[in-house]
């Protein structure tokens, strides 16, 4: 069974930086695609980031060129580089599973979800 820890969020003032970590387990020897999604109050899930299995990143508009999504296989742990932080940032940070690559064959996996990690900024 996939389980999924993120860690790592916090208050900052706008302008600061946090980096999340997304601990994986149960992965067993295949490589999977992973995505950062958030939730502010009130309003939906919406994509923040996403590596696929051969490391192609894809980011919202919103944070490109200040989001850095990363992954360390060795550890099954994927980041979020999170800088020049913004209060619209606010929100709750869960990351997700998407594909798996195994044998050098892609398989589509049902998606697991992490329990999410706060981030706050302040103006």
């Known amino acids: 069974q996939v389980q999924l820890v993120e860690s790592g969020g916090g208050s900052v003032q706008a302008g600061g930086s946090l980096k999340l970590s997304c601990v994986a387990s149960?992965?067993?020897?295949?490589?999977?695609?992973m995505s950062w999604y958030r939730q502010a109050p009130g309003k939906e899930r919406d994509f923040v980031s996403s590596?696929?299995?051969?490391?192609?990143?894809n980011y919202t508009d919103s944070v490109k060129g200040r989001f850095t999504v990363s992954q360390d296989n060795t550890k099954n742990t994927l980041y979020l580089q999170m800088n020049n932080l913004k209060p619209e940032d606010t929100a709750m940070y869960y990351c997700?599973?998407?594909?798996?690559?195994?044998?050098?064959?892609?398989?589509?996996?049902?998606?697991?979800w992490g329990q999410g990690t706060q981030v706050t900024v302040s103006p």
């Open positions: 590596i696929n299995t051969f490391g192609r990143t």
């Open positions: 997700r599973t998407n594909s798996r690559r195994c044998a050098d064959v892609e398989y589509s996996s049902p998606h697991y």
């Open positions: 149960g992965f067993g020897t295949c490589r999977w695609g």
